[in-house]
């Protein structure tokens, strides 16, 4: 429990979560290709895919340097919505990305190349893939365009408090602790908790013991907020008497200034 609490859980689990999966066209690229590293940019990615499809199939592309690799983005002119939006989002070209959103707007291409590249960006700036590298991707330019290189919250932990807070085990802490150690994720505990909060309104679930005793630790035992997960609060008196007397009173003081603030006590 202790080794839960203080954080020390290996950042792996996420890691083997989400690592396992291949694209069979990066594979089939691997061989083709001669590919010794994975393109770091949106247009050299797309040009690596597309050159697999051709190796597969044994045809020309439709759309040079473009993205026949996926029969969703097989026409003309998402190919070339894709390209251009690639190139402008590698220089992290804000302006362009607009005016190319601007010149394409209300069409169902442009809404087929969001999605695409979407999918394509947490490939190439992969969060879990580069742990120990500080990506720096182009975040004005994929903002600009709606993307992000990001996982959702949903993505990252619905599984885990679907299927394994049954097992009593501490799953559910080892990905909210490796999420926070990855330097290529942006969420902060605050995000964890606002997701678990809004989670609670529709799901309901029954956390764990030990999931409960981290998220009682990181939040002080403040009831409200406790309460506000779905966490009963006989659950959280047992485990505040099984704290020292200094955490006691440290909670006790958290707590007692976070009722006069609401209060005004």
């Not at 993505?155 to 990905?175: P, Q």
């Not at 030990?210 to 002080?220: D, G, H, N, P």
Request: proline share 2%; charged share 30%; with cysteine.
């Amino acid at each position: 429990m202790d080794k839960v609490l203080k954080g020390q859980i290996g950042t792996e689990v996420l890691d083997g979560v989400f690592s396992v999966k291949k694209n069979v066209a990066d594979s089939l690229a691997d061989l083709s290709c001669k590919k010794s590293t994975k393109p770091r940019t949106l247009s050299s990615h797309i040009s690596y895919l597309n050159r697999a499809k051709a190796y597969k199939t044994g045809i020309s592309s439709i759309c040079v340097g473009a993205v026949s690799i996926n029969d969703d983005i097989s026409d003309k002119l998402t190919c070339q919505i894709v390209t251009e939006l690639a190139k402008a989002i590698d220089k992290n070209e804000v302006l362009e990305v607009k005016r190319i959103k601007e010149k394409y707007k209300n069409t169902k291409e442009l809404v087929k190349a969001k999605d695409f590249l979407n999918k394509k960006c947490k490939e190439v700036w992969d969060v879990f893939e580069a742990k120990n590298t500080k990506l720096t991707p182009p975040y004005e330019a994929m903002k600009a365009l709606g993307i992000t290189n990001q996982p959702s919250l949903e993505t990252l932990l619905a599984d885990s408090l679907k299927y394994y807070e049954k097992d009593n085990g501490s799953t559910t802490v080892d990905v909210i602790l490796s999420i926070l150690a990855n330097e290529n994720i942006n969420y902060t505990f605050e995000d964890v908790y606002e997701y678990l909060k809004k989670n609670n309104q529709k799901e309901k679930y029954k956390y764990n013991l030990i999931t409960v005793s981290y998220l009682a630790t990181k939040l002080e035992y403040d009831e409200m907020k406790l309460g506000d997960l779905g966490i009963e609060q006989n659950i959280v008196k047992k485990l505040f008497k099984s704290l020292s007397v200094k955490d006691k009173i440290k909670c006790i003081w958290k707590n007692f200034n976070t009722l006069k603030y609401c209060y005004g006590i």
